[in-house]
Every structure is written in C-alpha cells, then in structure tokens.
C-alpha cells in the first residue's frame, strides 16, 4: 500500500494531468452529443493535496441519459402467466424505425397500475412488425410486437422495482 508521501512524489503533476483530460472529455462528450446522445459531464473536484484523495475520487467522466419508453395498455396481467397474448405490443413501427437516439427499453404498465412488462430495444432483432387497424387513428398501421418469452415482468412492490431497475441498468 503507497503513502501518500508516495503520491506526492511519484505522481507531482497529477492536478495539471487531471486539468488537461478534461480537454479529453468534452471533446468526446460533444461527439456523443452529435450522435443524439444526451449527454451530462461530471463535475470534477480537485484534491488540495494527496492526504484527503479519497473524498475527491469521481465517479467517472461522462454520463449517458438513456431513454425509457413507458405505455400503459388497457389489458390486466401480472405475469407473463395470464397475459392474454402470445406477443406485446410494443411501439407504432415509424415511430421506433425514425427515432435518432432509439428508446432504451420501453415499460408497458398493466390498466391497475400494479404490474409492468420491461422491454429491452436489444431485443429489437426478435420483433414482428404487423399492420393493425389503430381504433383511435381510424387507420390501418404498422406496429412492433416483441414475443413475450424476452419480456420481463415486475410488479409494483419495492423488492420487484429494485429488480427492475437492476434489469434497466447500462452494462
């Protein structure tokens, strides 16, 4: 284990080094910003001297905002067990297919307000895109309906929304 004695002489331009990344990371947040990314830069904080680095560690450079679709169908289920169908309606098909920055997963929450169903757009490649009459529109559409073995299923209790939130986590 290195005292900080060690920091001090071993790593002297460590604040100067620190201050020139971040020429680095706003140059890559920016790209990512064009690429339709929202895009959040963390702040970085200065360590006065090596005797306290702990309390100034970050916590990376660059945070992304991932975008979370969420729907609520007028059907009742709370598990894959008694959905009444094979496949869930996911999103209409121009609205997915146009979108710059693709929703991340999308949260179809039941007509109780008590259970939802999360889909990953990672799955996108299983999707089956039908043409449905759209009641409300008046007008034959095209949907994404994703199977229901890659939904998830969660109710709206603590334990199962920690799991979701777990599920919905970037990796």
């Known amino acids: ?15 100067k080094d620190l201050m020139e990344s971040q020429v680095s990371v706003w140059m890559a947040a920016q790209w990512l910003s064009e690429k339709g990314y929202n895009v959040t830069v963390r702040k970085t904080n200065i360590r006065p001297s090596s005797n306290n680095m ?15 679709e969420v729907k609520r169908r007028k059907i009742d289920f709370t598990s ?5 169908y094979k496949t869930v309606f996911v999103d209409v098909a ?10 991340f997963a999308y949260i179809i929450i039941n007509q109780n307000g008590t259970h939802c169903i999360v889909i990953k757009s990672e799955t996108f490649k299983h999707w089956i895109k039908t043409q449905k009459h759209d009641r ?5 559409r095209f949907f994404y309906e994703c199977p229901i073995k890659l939904c998830k299923f969660y109710s709206f209790g603590e334990a199962q929304m920690k799991e979701c939130a777990n599920n919905l986590m970037v990796t």
Do not use: C, W
């Open 1 to 15: 284990m290195y005292t900080f004695e060690h920091y001090d002489k071993y790593d002297p331009d460590f604040v």
């Open 54 to 68: 702990s309390e100034y560690a970050d916590n990376g450079d660059i945070e992304i905002i991932q975008r979370i």
């Open 80 to 84: 894959e067990f008694d959905y009444p």
């Open 94 to 103: 121009h609205t997915f297919d146009n979108a710059i920055n693709k929703p």
């Open 136 to 140: 409300l529109k008046n007008r034959d």
